[in-house]
C-alpha cells in the first residue's frame, strides 16, 4: 500500500518570503500523480498543483513549484512570494496511475498547517 | 460552473440517531467519491462511484454506514446509529473520466455526535 508522509505539522513564514513544505511518499509503482492540495478554514480542498511521475520537469503553477525528487520519492511544495491568503492546511496527495485497475484513490498525508506573518 | 455541492454544513445529533449528508457533484462527472477527514488528519476515501456503481467500497463499515448514488448524479451518506467516534469533516468530490481525472472537492460536512 501506498503512504505519504509529511514531517512538518506546521510551518509558518514571514509574507512575501518563500517557504517550502516537505512530502515524502512510498509506492512500488512506477506510474503515478502526486498532488498538493490546499484546505482553508473554510475546508475546501483546492488543487494548488499536480505532478505527473513520468515527467522529469518539476510542475509550477505562478508562486507555487515543485521539487519532485523520483528516485528519493520527495515532494516538496515551495511557496514563493507569500500571501496572507496562502495560510491554510496543505496536503500532499499520492494517486495510482493505473486507471485501469481503478484506483482513483487519493492517499492523503496528514497535512501541513501554514501560518503566514504580516 | 458550480462546483461540488454539500449539505448541511454542520450537523449536530446525539449519539444513536441517524444522520444523512447530501452531495451534488458537478455535472458531468461520473465518478463520485465520499472521504472521512477526522481532525488533524488527511481525507481518507470512504466509496467510489462510477455512474451509480459503488466500485470501491472497502472503506467503508457496512454495519452503520451506508450510500446511494441513484440515477448516478446526486449521492447520500447515511450513518445509523451514528456514534461517538464518527465526529469528523465527511467530504464529497467528483472527477470525469475524461481530461486529468482531477477530483474537485465540497465544503464538507462537520458532524458532532454529542
Known amino acids: 500500500a501506498q503512504t505519504v508522509t509529511q514531517s512538518q505539522p506546521e510551518m509558518s513564514v514571514q509574507e512575501a518570503e518563500t517557504v517550502t513544505l516537505s512530502c515524502t511518499y512510498d509506492t512500488s509503482e512506477s506510474d503515478y500523480y502526486l498532488f498538493w492540495y490546499k484546505q482553508p478554514p473554510s475546508r475546501q480542498m483546492i488543487l494548488v498543483i499536480r505532478q505527473e511521475a513520468y515527467k522529469q520537469q518539476n510542475a509550477t503553477e505562478n508562486r507555487f513549484s515543485v521539487n519532485f525528487q523520483k528516485a528519493a520519492k520527495s515532494f516538496s511544495l515551495k511557496i514563493s512570494d507569500s500571501q496572507l491568503g496562502d495560510a491554510a492546511m496543505y496536503f500532499c496527495?499520492?494517486?495510482?496511475?493505473?486507471?485501469?485497475?481503478?484506483?482513483?484513490?487519493?492517499?492523503f498525508g496528514k497535512g501541513t498547517k501554514l501560518s503566514v506573518i504580516p | 460552473e458550480a462546483g461540488v455541492v454539500q449539505s448541511p454544513r454542520y450537523k449536530i445529533i446525539e449519539k444513536k440517531q441517524p444522520v444523512v449528508f447530501w452531495c451534488n457533484p458537478i455535472?458531468?462527472?461520473?465518478?463520485l467519491y465520499w472521504y472521512l477527514q477526522n481532525l488533524g488528519q488527511g481525507p481518507e476515501l470512504l466509496i467510489r462511484?462510477?455512474?451509480?456503481?459503488?466500485?470501491?467500497d472497502s472503506q467503508l463499515p457496512k454495519d452503520r454506514f451506508s450510500a446511494e448514488r441513484l440515477k448516478g448524479v446526486d449521492s447520500t451518506l447515511k450513518i445509523q446509529p451514528a456514534e461517538l467516534g464518527d465526529s469528523a469533516v465527511y467530504l464529497c468530490?467528483?472527477?470525469?473520466?475524461?481530461?486529468?481525472?482531477?477530483?474537485?472537492f465540497g465544503p464538507g460536512t462537520r458532524l458532532t455526535v454529542l
Open positions: 462511484y462510477e455512474n451509480e456503481e459503488a466500485v470501491d
Open positions: 468530490a467528483s472527477s470525469s473520466t475524461s481530461g486529468k481525472n482531477e477530483q474537485f
Open positions: 455535472s458531468g462527472h461520473n465518478t
Open positions: 496527495a499520492y494517486r495510482s496511475g493505473d486507471t485501469l485497475a481503478g484506483s482513483y484513490q487519493l492517499t
